[in-house]
Antibody
Framework: QVHLVESGGGVVQPERSLRLSCAAS????????MHWVRQAPGKGLEWVAS????????YYADSVRGRFTVSRDNSKNTVDLQMNSLRAEDTAVYYC?????????????WGQGTLVTVS | QSALTQPASVSGSPGQSITISCTGT?????????VSWYQQYPGKAPKLMIY???NRPSGVSARFSGSKSGNTASLTISGLQAEDEADYYC??????????FGGGTKVTVL
């Protein structure tokens, strides 16, 4: 059973930074693409960023490009999201998600999420 | 990166079938067979229900089925049950190597 646990959420002031981390287990992390998806309070899902299994490819939503950076450590089975210059509109639950092995740019499992409040 | 278009709400009585549509463009839904559907209960993480347009992961009820025609994908729930009351989101891979989600559909079991 895939296990994804996010951490690092909290309350942060506008223009400050925050780093989220996701610990993965119970699957072969090093062969899976990973994703971050967020959900503002009472709103729908919004894709944020994706990273390929080897870290060689990263993709970002227009709303975060240049402010957010995704990274991973395959030796520790972790994927991080560095968030800089935070804005009120970045307030959301941030989910770490696993890409499907057959095609990594689709999501098959989700963590429970961590809440980020920019205020 | 415009969101895919879903109806805000769909309702049905127990035992009935309902269909949720998800409309995109030729750069996402219409261009690739990488449409997924997720079920989300309030305060919970989403759960994959359908992948690659019409495939069900192990453990997902056969009452859930997916299809696609042109730029519109659809999720059908047959034999509607009270436990199906949740939010449903579609997503698609896009030509820009990104993912895009629909706005979500609230399913109500009358």
């Amino acid at each position: 059973q895939v296990h994804l646990v996010e951490s690092g959420g909290g309350v942060v002031q506008p223009e400050r930074s925050l780093r989220l981390s996701c610990a993965a287990s119970r699957f072969t992390f090093s062969i899976c693409g990973m994703h971050w998806v967020r959900q503002a309070p009472g709103k729908g899902l919004e894709w944020v960023a994706s990273m390929s299994s080897d870290g060689g490819s990263q993709y970002y939503a227009d709303s975060v490009r240049g402010r957010f950076t995704v990274s991973r450590d395959n030796s520790k089975n972790t994927v991080d999201l560095q968030m800089n210059s935070l804005r009120a509109e970045d307030t959301a639950v941030y989910y770490c998600a696993k890409g499907r092995a057959a095609f990594w740019l689709t999501i098959d499992h989700w963590g429970q999420g961590t809440l980020v409040t920019v205020s | 990166q415009s969101a895919l278009t879903q109806p805000a709400s769909v309702s049905g009585s127990p035992g009935q079938s309902i269909t949720i549509s998800c409309t995109g463009t030729s750069s996402d839904v219409g261009g690739y067979n990488y449409v997924s559907w997720y079920q989300q209960y309030p305060g919970k993480a989403p759960k994959l229900m359908i992948y690659d347009v019409s495939n069900r992961p192990s453990g997902v009820s056969a009452r859930f089925s997916g299809s696609k025609s042109g730029n519109t994908a659809s999720l059908t729930i047959s034999g509607l049950q009270a436990e199906d009351e949740a939010d449903y989101y579609c997503s698609s891979y896009t030509s820009g190597n990104t993912l895009v989600f629909g706005g979500g559909t609230k399913v109500t079991v009358l």
